[in-house]
């Protein structure tokens, strides 16, 4: 088992920044892979960003030059920097960690107005 708390979020203008934390507890040892996926109002949940163990990162094209995903050094913490936020990133943003199965963190708001 794997538990995710994140932590960050909250409402920022357009063009601020914000960054998203999660930390991993329990079996961490065998997470392959962190990230962060988003949900915003009334559309399916999408990959924001991901990172493997050996740092490799994936981004969805809407977020690539503007957001960061990194891993901290103990590998349980999975970070992701926001910037230039634009109202269409407003969404409800979850931790996913991949281990041998998917687990996900309860979700923060991220709310960006115009």
């Known amino acids: 088992q794997v538990q995710l708390v994140e932590s960050g979020g909250g409402l920022v203008q357009a063009g601020g920044s914000l960054s998203l934390s999660c930390e991993a507890s329990?079996?961490?040892?065998?997470?392959?892979?962190m990230g962060w996926y988003r949900r915003a109002p009334g559309k399916a949940r999408e990959l924001v960003a991901a990172?493997?163990?050996?740092?490799?990162?994936n981004y969805a094209d809407s977020v690539k030059g503007r957001f960061t995903i990194s891993r901290g050094n103990a590998k349980n913490t999975v970070y992701l920097q926001m910037n230039s936020l634009q109202p269409e990133d407003t969404a409800v943003y979850y931790c996913?960690?991949?281990?041998?199965?998917?687990?996900w963190g309860k979700g923060t708001l991220i709310t960006v107005s115009s």
């Open positions: 329990g079996s961490i040892f065998r997470i392959r892979a």
């Open positions: 996913h960690a991949l281990s041998s199965m998917d687990y």
């Open positions: 990172i493997d163990n050996s740092g490799t990162t």
